[in-house]
């Protein structure tokens, strides 16, 4: 069965602080795609990143940056210098190759206070 | 490039009233899918469509659900009748195609059923 874990409910920062949301995921394929999406207070989910298992490199985009850990089944994302516009649900999903829809987190709602 | 249309984007209804939604997915997107978000929750899939054929219905609760999407572009979902439970919001979602792709969200339908 695949499956995702947010451990991390809520967050609460001020603003210039990092921070770290953490997700693990579950699964027996080994060709899978773990993405990352924000769901700000307007209620829309917004893609960030798609990552395949095949490639372990973390990735940056501006303050956003993401390290994939096979070993630790880990996908985890880190906002540096966060801003209160960073306040939003981020919830990380999984799917395989087969193409089934995406299994999600419960989503970590982090509150950027200025 | 447009991007997921859905409506209406409020409804209020009473138990045992049917309620229908509507989905326009990104031009060109073969992908379509419809989840559910309780409130606190991570979104969950309800029924995925490959052009217009079903993909994976095997969370949809057939009993009251029902959803289709002719001719592969527009769909809609619809509850008969509905119970105070499937107060929600209900996403439409597309992809390009089902493997791997990133799929790009709707604004969604906030159902509240009293």
């Known amino acids: 069965a695949q499956k995702v874990t947010q451990a991390q409910t809520e967050i609460s920062v001020v603003e210039k602080e990092d921070v770290t949301l953490d997700c693990v995921y579950e699964t027996r394929d080994t060709t899978y795609y773990l993405f990352w999406y924000k769901q700000p207070p307007s209620g829309e989910l917004v893609f960030l990143i798609r990552?395949?298992?095949?490639?372990?490199q973390n990735e940056i985009s501006g303050r956003y940056s993401w390290n994939f850990q096979k070993s630790t089944s880990s996908f985890n994302f880190t906002i540096t210098a966060s801003q209160v516009v960073d306040s939003a649900v981020y919830f990380c999903?999984?799917?395989?190759?087969?193409?089934?829809?995406?299994?999600f987190g419960k989503g970590t709602t982090l509150s950027v206070s200025s | 490039e447009a991007g997921v249309a859905q409506s209406p984007r409020y409804k209020i209804i009473e138990k045992r009233q049917s309620v229908a939604f509507w989905c326009n997915p990104i031009?060109?997107?073969?992908?379509l899918y419809w989840y559910q978000q309780i409130l606190g929750q991570g979104p969950k899939l309800l029924i995925q469509?490959?052009?217009?054929?079903?993909?994976?219905d095997s969370q949809l609760p057939k009993d009251r659900f029902s959803a289709e999407r002719l001719k592969g572009v527009d769909s809609t979902l619809k509850i008969q009748p509905a119970k105070l439970e499937d107060s929600a919001v209900y996403l439409c979602a597309s992809s390009l195609d089902r493997q791997g792709h990133e799929q790009y969200f709707g604004p969604g339908t906030r159902l509240t059923v009293t």
């Open positions: 469509f490959q052009n217009n054929g079903v993909v994976d």
């Open positions: 999903a999984l799917s395989n190759q087969a193409g089934t829809a995406l299994i």
């Open positions: 031009s060109g997107h073969a992908t």
């Open positions: 990552r395949n298992s095949f490639d372990e």
